[in-house]
Nanobody, 125 residues
């Protein structure tokens, strides 16, 4: 069982930055694929970024060159650095984890076994 706790959300003006953190419990964090998803009101949950245990990273087209996912295995934490924020980035951001994801599945929310409670990000224009 893995428990995930997100933090770092808040309100920011367009063009600003935020850094989200997701702290994970468990001794096998380094073996998990970690993902960030987001869900805006009235919309489906969508993939934002993922990082595999190898350190390979993957991004949605809409956030490439603006967001950076990273992990600190010593601290059981994954981060999402968000720069040049836009109003369309407003959403609840969720951290997710899974130990058995195949590459083809890491953008699919339903493939992740563990989820955090979410943190709100609001970008005003």
């Amino acid at each position: 069982q893995v428990q995930l706790v997100e933090s770092g959300g808040g309100s920011v003006q367009a063009g600003g930055s935020l850094r989200l953190s997701c702290a994970a419990s468990g001794r096998t964090f380094s073996s998990y694929t970690m993902g960030w998803f987001r869900q805006a009101p009235g919309k489906e949950r969508e993939f934002v970024a993922a990082i595999r245990r190898t350190g390979s990273t993957y991004y949605a087209e809409s956030v490439k060159e603006r967001f950076t996912i990273s992990r600190d295995n010593a601290k059981n934490t994954v981060f999402l650095q968000m720069n040049s924020l836009k109003s369309e980035d407003t959403a609840v951001y969720y951290c997710a984890a899974d130990s058995t994801l195949m590459l083809v599945d890491l953008r699919v929310a339903g493939r992740y076994d563990y989820w955090g409670q979410g943190t709100q990000v609001t970008v005003s224009s």
